[in-house]
Each structure stands twice: as C-alpha cells, then as structure tokens.
C-alpha cells in the first residue's frame, strides 16, 4: 500500500498540507515525497513492493509531467516491453513507472487497458492539467473534496482531507477526472450480454480465471502472506495459493477467545493445505479497547464494516508486529457476486443481479474499504483475487438465473467449480458461510452491542440519533458509532451512501441487525 496526494491549486498552507498528507504514513513508512507540479503539488508516501530500490520512488516523472500511484498494474512487463520498442526507457523496475509512458501514448483510453487495481493522479505539463483516475471496483481508495478557492485536492483516505476542504467524496471507481468532470471508463457491474453456457463450462471459467487471479497476485518483490478465516473464500485463495508455490505458505487466522468458529475451521485448511499457520487469539478487552481506533481509521459508521474490522485491523496488527510480510492476500468481494445468506430470498434472477450490481457498485464503501484499511494502516498491502477484473466481469455476465439459489447451497457455482480439484476437505468446500464478524466469535458482536446498550439510555439514545438526517443510527450501537464518527470527520456522513443491510424490500429480510445471524436461514452458519 502507498499514500497518494493531489493539490490541484497554490497550497494555502504548506504546514495544513503535510499535516494531512501525514495521517497516512504508515501506508508508506518507507519513504516520502513532494514535488512541485504546475501550480499544485503531488505528494507520495511509499510501501515497497514492486522494485524495491531507489528508483522505484514516486513521483515518477516523464519530460514535463509527473504521476503517483497506488496500485498494482498485472502484466506491466509486457507493456514496458511495448513501450521500450517506441523509444521510452525506464529507470526501475516498479509496474507504475509504465503509467507516465502509457498516458502519453494513448492519454485517457489508458484507463480501460489497465489489467490492475489502482488510484492514480497525473500532472500533465503539456496542459498544465490534473487528471486522476480509479479503478473499476475501486480496490485503491481515492477521496476528493474542493478547497475555499474551489480548486480540487484528491488523496488516498478521507483523513488527509480533514480540514483542507470541504464536503470529502470518494472518488467513483471505474471513472477518470479531467477538465472538472468525472468519466466513466468501465462501470464492471454491468454486463451488455449474459453468458448461457452449460453450468460445466461455467463452473470450469471459474475455476481457471480465479486460479489465474491468485497466480498474478503472488508476485511481489516483498513478502507474501495469507488471512484465513476458515470460510469458503479465504480458504480457496489459500488453497489455490498453496498448490502454486514450491514452499508451504503463511497463514493467519483470528478469534476470540471464548467462542471463534472459524478457528478450528482454518486450522483443518491450514493442515490440509500444509501451510505456516499463526492462530491470533483475542478478548473482549481488545475489542472494547480499539473500537474507537478502529472507527477512525476506517472512516465510516457503518456496523458490518465496524464489526468485521475488529478481526481483521487486530489480525494484521499482529502480522505487522511479529513477521516481515508486507503483502496480503484476502477472500473479500466473492459474496457480492455469487450471494449472501440474503440473497437467497431474492424474488427472482432479476432482482439478484440488480442486487449484485449495486453491491458491486458500493463495495468500495464496504467491505474493500474495511480490507484497504486494517491492512494499510498496519503498513502493509492488501491484494484481493476475486476482485480480479476478468473474474468479475465473467461472473456479472453469467446468466442470473444460474446464479439464484436453487440448489440448497449458497455459492453452488464456486464450490462445484473446485470440486474435481481436491483443493479443499469437502467438509470445508460445502460448509455454509458464517459472516466474517460472528465467524470471529458470536460473543465479539454481543460484546459491542451490550457496551453500546450501557452508553445510552432509552429517551437519549432517541434524542441523539434524531440530530442526524443522513443515514439515522436506529439503534444504540449505530448510534454508538456515528458519535465517534463524527468527532473525526465531523459533518462527513455522507462519503458511505447507507447501512450495508439486507435488501428490505425482499421478503424475509426486514431485519434490524447486519448479522446474517438474525435470518431465518441462517441455520448450519454459526457452527
């Protein structure tokens, strides 16, 4: 992970500016930079992963123009190979010393070539003009917001943006900024066709397009480790991980002490898969220490973000503490495309895929925001397989139809596409999803939710949630949550559009808690 800022305009304060470029230096404690560029100033907080010398510092500068970057552009060995042949020559070995080149030859259709996840901002010294640009499920973050002089500031998190300007929006992935617009290059929830192959040719594109986003994943100049949960996702990546390297691989796994789920669950794929396994174990005292921590540095009010950030922020502390592994690997983005335990009360294949396509559309707000940082925060980079751009483009094209829960099974296709690869135990292949923050331990969430209940009484909790108009907190924890929100982005609720909820619309699914454990098909879940 690095730290990305744009100025886009004469800084009024060079003191303001780098206190908020600093917030995030632990996603690049390595070293930084700011240059000059035009009229603003761009400013790079660097991770070594890729090319892991000098040379591979930002900003990357080309003739009159300038880029950061925090991103991993897939295959840009062959576009440096291409780009060499018209004449560029490179001083390092980092996959985004090729964006600079890329953007001169072929300027803003370079977005849609990308194979990578990414935020980028460039300063183009032919124009004198800032462009950024995001990628299409928004794994990198970006924020923006508008300055006094209405001159534009982009950076990696909302927290550098604290006091420079004024209403802070993330940036909308798949789109590119320029000339005061925004640009939409790739919107990759929406598929122009549906794919109607037989559900064997399905189950084998799934297959081979997710092993070869895992493939890509493993290379890295840095150390390369694992978050194992014990579910269905994380265990693949796992497993598929394992059966590509020539030594056994790290994995991690958390919970609480009196009730984790998972633990044992990741401890059979650890020694099925032969990995180096480290079991964190924690207890409602770490959770009620670092609640407030976590809010911050997560930027939301969100329960299931918050919930499930508590594993998964203490599991990477841990990593950063004791080990010299700098990259992650990590199972999010498969439920949005093949099912939650709610989707299994969609109404019809219609109304699953407009629910995929609008998760899709908000994960950048959700769960890839939760893994960006509890990851980054810990200094270390977050690399996530199913959000592979051909592997989500394919599943969003596959017939609906296929996709609803018909076969007594969430996520059918995914577990049969493996079935014939023995990757897994069958007993974890089929075992059903229990949600990643009950998974941690069903005490963690009773946990919150009862020192949320001691915080506020009947009458104050009402009169307190009733000051907020945007996305009202319904209940003591949400309230809870909000509260601390806004003591460190104060008036920022709108940035997440909503509670990530089950769609209440359906029937079966007019719940007042995140928890799938709440829903009455919860069932085999939580054991």
């Known amino acids: 992970m690095c730290s990305i800022i744009g100025y886009c305009g004469y800084v009024p304060s060079a003191d303001e500016f780098r206190k908020g470029f600093d917030r995030t230096i632990s996603r ?23 090319g892991l010398t000098d040379s591979g510092m930002q900003p990357f500068s080309h003739k009159e123009s300038y880029v950061v970057c925090n991103g991993e552009i ?5 576009l440096r190979d291409e780009l060499i042949k018209k ?5 390092s070995d980092s996959d985004c010393e090729t964006l600079l080149p890329l953007y001169y030859e072929y300027g803003t259709d370079m977005f849609a070539m990308l194979d990578a996840e990414y935020a980028l901002i460039i300063y183009d010294g032919r124009t004198d003009e800032f462009i950024a640009a995001r990628d299409p499920i928004g794994i990198r973050p970006l924020y923006y917001g508008y300055d006094k002089k209405n001159d534009i500031v982009f950076a990696s998190e909302a927290k550098n943006l604290v006091g420079l300007v004024g209403e802070i929006k993330p940036f909308p992935p798949g789109h590119y900024y320029k000339n005061g617009k925004f640009i939409l290059y790739n919107d990759i929830a929406k598929a122009d066709t549906y794919c109607y192959d037989s559900i064997d040719t399905v189950c084998k594109n799934i297959r081979d397009k997710l092993v070869a986003g895992v493939e890509k994943r493993l290379v890295a100049d840095a150390k ?4 194992l949960s014990g579910g269905l996702d994380s265990s693949l990546v796992c497993a598929i991980a394992a059966a590509k390297s020539d030594k056994p691989i790290r994995t991690f796994a958390i919970g609480m002490s009196e009730d984790a789920i998972d633990l044992k669950y990741a401890k059979q794929v650890a020694d099925f898969i032969g990995s180096e396994h480290t079991e964190v174990i924690i207890t409602k005292d770490d959770v009620l220490k670092n609640l407030e921590a976590v809010i911050e540095l997560l930027g939301t009010y969100d329960i299931t973000t918050i919930r499930a950030s508590m594993g998964m922020y203490l599991v990477c502390k841990y990593i950063h503490e004791n080990t010299d592994i700098r990259v992650l690997l990590t199972g999010e983005i498969s439920d949005e495309l093949f099912g939650y335990k709610y989707t299994d009360f969609a109404p019809s294949a219609e109304a699953f895929q407009r629910e995929a396509q609008k998760r899709i559309r908000e994960l950048h707000m959700y769960d890839v925001l939760r893994a960006d940082r509890c990851i980054s925060v810990n200094s270390l980079e977050a690399r996530v397989p199913f959000g592979d751009l051909d592997f989500v483009k394919y599943v969003m094209a596959i017939d609906p139809e296929m996709k609803l829960n018909k076969y007594g099974k969430g996520k059918y296709l995914l577990r049969k596409a493996f079935e014939a690869d023995k990757l897994l135990p069958e007993s974890i292949l089929w075992r059903e999803k229990a949600a ?3 998974a941690v331990g069903h005490s963690m969430v009773d946990d919150l939710k009862e020192y949320a209940q001691s915080c506020y009484g009947e009458e104050e909790m009402i009169q307190k949630a009733e000051k907020y108009t945007h996305s009202k907190p ?11 929100f806004e003591k460190y ?27 799938a454990r709440v829903l009455s098909n919860y069932g085999e879940s939580g054991k």
């Open 224 to 227: 390369v480790g694992f978050l």
């Open 474 to 484: 319904f209940t003591k924890e949400s309230l809870l949550y909000r509260e601390i």
């Open 87 to 91: 004449g560029y020559t490179f001083k």
């Open 489 to 515: 982005y104060p008036g920022q609720s709108q940035m997440i559009v909503d509670f990530w909820m089950p769609n209440k619309e359906w029937e079966g699914c007019n719940v007042n808690d995140p928890s």
């Open 28 to 50: 690049g404690p390595d070293d930084s930079r700011i240059v000059e560029a035009g009229k603003g100033v761009l400013g790079f907080h660097r991770l070594s992963i890729m």
């Open 74 to 78: 897939y295959g840009f060995e062959k």
């Open 436 to 438: 990643f923050s009950d």
